[in-house]
């Protein structure tokens, strides 16, 4: 299965502490894992910095927005035939 972890950009702020427990639960369960972060039509110009740490360290960041539209094809093939 995959793990999809939602969070969102703003409002409610970014957690990167929850993030990261979710993260390490999955790995300890050696479940796939997917950041999806949301909301990214809120912040203006800058994405929360732990996003491009999380990439370093080999995770899929999914960035989207449901008001834009913005990532949700990426999501969608991400998720087509799996289950999460």
Known sequence: ??????????????????VDRYLIAAEVGGVECVICV???DLIEDEEPPELADYERLGFRVVRTSCESGRGLDELRALLSGKLS
């Open 38 to 40: 949301n909301k990214m």
């Open 1 to 18: 299965g995959l793990r999809v972890i939602v969070t969102a950009a703003a409002d409610p702020p970014f957690r990167p502490g929850l």
